[in-house]
């Protein structure tokens, strides 16, 4: 199984950069301290995911960092993605882990006491616990709150990744409350200088670990 590194989980999709190549943007952020990335596209056909993933990969693969594709199991077996995230509203973690095998990485998404309780870490590696904080980039996006999310973290025996408003402001706050690291869309895919606003998080994420481990 791949070795992941929660530390600055970058998510995009085409719907996150637009006017800008998302493979140039993850492409300059794991060249600046991104240690893991997934996909998340809302908007593209099933075969331009898969075009999109298989680009993606082209990137990631020589560098050693794993593509996590987002709900779309299908396009992750077409590209051999690293691994798998689900949310609560996609095909259930336990269905998910059937399909892709026990090699591969699964994530889950958790918002409250109750998914907590469900989440099964005997097929899971990772939880994203969230919204941090409110958030634009995912409408849908339950509203847990920093202080919700440090008593959720505690309880969890999985690395968790927080998301959910996480920017260089407050990123710090995330690892203090427990998070191996920060899931991000905006605070790199919005900034037209992506390499650097990487570097910047990477930096900080990096110097919060040290202090709160």
Request: charged share 20%.
């Amino acid at each position: 199984m791949p070795q992941i590194d929660l530390s600055v989980y970058l998510i995009i999709g085409p719907q996150d950069c637009p006017g800008q190549d998302p493979v140039a943007v993850v492409e300059a952020a794991v060249n600046n301290g991104t240690t893991l990335v997934q996909l998340r596209d809302k908007t593209g056909s099933t075969r331009e995911q898969v075009d999109l993933a298989r680009r993606m990969m082209a990137v990631l693969e020589p560098k050693g960092i794993p593509l996590i594709v987002n709900d779309r199991v299908d396009v992750a077996l077409a590209v051999d993605a690293p691994g798998v995230h689900v949310g609560q509203s996609d095909m259930s973690a336990a269905d998910a882990r059937r399909l892709i095998g026990p090699e591969k990485v699964l994530g889950l998404s958790v918002s409250s006491q109750t998914d907590l309780d469900a989440a099964d870490p005997a097929i899971l590696q990772y939880l994203g616990i969230g919204a941090c904080y409110p958030t634009g980039s995912k409408a849908d996006a339950d509203d847990v709150g920093i202080k919700s999310f440090g008593a959720l973290t505690a309880q969890s025996s999985l690395p968790v990744v927080g998301i959910g408003g996480i920017n260089h402001s407050n990123a710090e706050e995330v690892i203090a409350h427990g998070a191996a690291g920060v899931a991000v869309i905006s605070a790199i895919c919005g900034d037209h200088m992506p390499g650097k606003a990487s570097a910047d998080l990477a930096k900080l994420v990096f110097q919060a670990k040290q202090r709160y481990a």
